[in-house]
């Protein structure tokens, strides 16, 4: 474990999320507030498209060339970024230009984990997202069976890195977490309440607890900024769909959370959709999750009866599997789903006025046949009657492992951001 302990360089970073999680917005000049959250954004730019010549940055950042020469400069000082040359002209130098800026990746290592109802899957991380070393297994009943199961394998992993340094832990949880992001409120598919898991774990390194919808909804983020070369990942709601429902929103390209003392954002899942419907394990009943989740489309494919039987076994890919071969039950369960998915999404872009949807979690894997039916429904809604609307599948990973880790690079930049602010 000598090696989780060493790190501690990243105490600047609880510096910077103290003012974060005051939910107080500092009043700041203009140039105070300019630099750290360039920085930030620069960084996530050279992530997003590594290596990414200086002139490329400036145009995406909308700075002049200067500029970025004053704001690169600590950064490649202090092993943070590194600036690439041609390999042929390496003896010559001069007059060449460089190829581009990329993140040195080569000293420090993150640990993403996924807390999913039936599994959790971990994996050990390069700070630009490669992923390393991976395990998976079942998500124990106790939660703090499931801490030390969890602290036991970044013990694994930690082991199997010989040269480098555990800098972040980033966790995706199934519910609602507090502001500070250290504990789970609640999951009621786990029947877990107030579970302080970033402490429970006993590490010396910064843990991030986020919800997994949110963690999804920062993976599609900068999955935006890889794909376009436009300033930020815009404004959007992700819908991630696996045994429940959880919606993360991203407003100016970042993650939405709710407003200071909330601790409540995007749960949707839970808002009622038929009346005196489903009993949902959260208490009421009717909720949208009953109706549009993956878990709930292989409770309406085995029915209550005979079939029910198949329940425990039949996953949410088999039953895509079934309506690939052309099962006809299959397919209408999967477009029933649907229809459900596109009622609930119509309420979610009427209350939030945020009209481009991507769609996250297992339920991804169904696309084919939900696609035609949630559109339908959509349409027919308010939102899809008055506005422009987008419905889009977005990437698996992200709502697995890929999330987790993007909640622990997100942390990562955001604290050699302090640890550079500090240094100038
Ligand atoms: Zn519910």
Redesign the pocket.
């Known amino acids: 474990m000598s090696k989780l302990k060493e790190v501690s360089s990243l105490s600047a970073v609880s510096t910077l999320r103290a003012d974060e999680s005051a939910g107080k917005p500092s009043i700041k000049t203009a140039n105070e507030a300019f630099v750290p959250q360039t920085t930030h954004e620069l960084l996530r730019i050279v992530r997003a498209a590594q290596p990414i010549p200086r002139v490329a940055v400036a145009r995406r950042l909308g700075v002049h060339r200067r500029r970025i020469t004053v704001l690169v400069r600590p950064l490649i000082d202090s092993g943070v970024l590194r600036e690439g040359v041609p390999e042929r002209s390496a003896g010559r130098g001069v007059g060449r230009p460089p190829i581009g800026l990329s993140l040195r990746s080569d000293k420090d290592f993150l640990v993403g984990v996924n807390v999913g109802v039936s599994q959790i899957h971990m994996g050990a991380a390069t700070v630009d997202g490669k992923i390393l070393n991976e395990e998976r297994f079942p998500t124990a009943t106790d939660p703090q069976v499931a801490a030390d199961e969890i602290r036991a394998a970044i013990e694994r992993l930690s082991k199997r890195m010989t040269d480098r340094s555990l800098a972040v832990v980033g966790m995706s949880v199934v519910g609602p977490t507090d502001a500070e992001r250290s504990k789970l409120l609640y999951a ?1 598919h786990l029947g877990w309440r107030d579970i302080p898991l970033a402490k429970m774990l006993k590490l010396d390194v910064p843990v991030l607890v986020e919800n997994n919808a949110t963690a999804a909804a920062i993976y599609e983020s900068q999955r935006r900024r890889s794909q376009s070369a436009t300033k930020t990942a815009g404004d959007f709601v992700v819908v991630r769909g696996g045994t429940g429902i959880g919606v993360g929103l991203v407003l100016g390209g970042e993650a939405f959370r709710g407003t200071s003392g909330a601790d409540i954002a995007g749960e949707f ?2 808002m009622t959709i038929v009346a005196g419907g489903k009993a ?3 208490g ?1 009943f009717g ?1 949208w ?2 109706y549009a989740s993956a878990a709930s489309a292989v409770e309406l494919y085995t029915g209550d009866s005979q079939r029910a039987k198949m329940r425990d076994k039949l996953r949410f890919t088999d039953l895509v599997g079934r309506a690939m071969a052309g099962e006809r039950r299959a397919q209408v369960t999967l477009e029933r789903v649907g229809t459900h998915l596109g009622i609930g999404i119509g309420n979610v872009i009427c209350g939030l006025g945020v009209s481009n949807v991507v769609l996250s979690g297992e339920l991804v894997h169904g696309w084919k046949f939900i696609e035609t039916s949630a559109r339908a429904a959509v349409a027919m809604s308010m939102a899809g009657r008055l506005s422009r609307w987008s419905l889009e599948p977005g990437d698996m990973h992200g709502a697995d492992l890929g999330g987790a880790l993007e909640v622990a690079i997100e942390h990562y930049l955001l604290s050699v951001v302090g640890r550079t602010k500090r240094a100038a």
């Open positions: 009621p899942g839970h949902c394990a959260c009421n909720c999750e009953k």
